[in-house]
């Protein structure tokens, strides 16, 4: 989380997913006290973001998922697909080479729209989510992608991404 605020400056537009990793990432604005226009789709990333008076947030909207803090559905989509932003701080439940994908249907579509919206995209994921997949592709990774995770990355996975255009960084 840290080291992706640390990518972040001052005046730009930032989409922060629904996601701890990406919560973190939010924790990290705040505490550097970073100047931004703010989107989420997480209810307590909102809360944390509303609490910083040199954010300007904004809160997609929709139904609270069960047993998350993620808004998904409408009038979020609609929200979402309108969006131009500088950066966007991105979970994902699995990656498989290029695929990034998710186990609900309405995360991914928010997910693929808050990729598209974005000039560029961080994709924060622990180790533990490489090499499987999930129920629904969320977006493919190129070269606007980069993935901060916690641990090195089997070697043919991380050519695969590599050759899509992604950067790849171990946070140490």
Do not use: W
């Not at 919206?117 to 977006?139: E, M, R, T, W, Y």
């Not at 980069?146 to 043919?156: F, N, S, V």
Request: hydrophobic share 40%; glycine share 8%; with cysteine.
């Amino acid at each position: 989380g840290k080291l992706a605020a640390d990518r972040l400056q001052d005046n730009q537009s930032v989409i922060f997913d629904s996601s701890s990793t990406v919560y973190e990432a939010a924790y990290q604005v705040v505490e550097k006290g970073l100047k931004l226009t703010a989107v989420t789709n997480d209810i307590r990333i909102g809360e944390l973001l509303a609490g910083n008076p040199s954010i300007h947030l904004l809160v997609s909207g929709g139904s609270l998922r069960p047993g998350s803090y993620t808004l998904v559905g409408e009038p979020g989509t609609s929200f979402l697909r309108s969006l131009h932003v500088d950066v966007a701080l991105m979970g994902i439940h699995a990656i498989n080479d290029s695929s990034c994908c998710d186990t609900s249907l309405e995360v991914a579509y928010a997910k693929r729209y808050m990729a598209a919206a974005a000039k560029q995209v961080i994709v924060l994921a622990h180790a533990s989510k490489f090499g499987h997949v999930a129920f629904f592709d969320a977006f493919e990774v190129d070269d606007k992608y980069e993935i901060i995770t916690d641990r090195p990355l089997a070697p043919a996975l991380r050519r695969t991404l590599e050759e899509k255009g992604a950067t790849i960084t171990i946070a140490g």
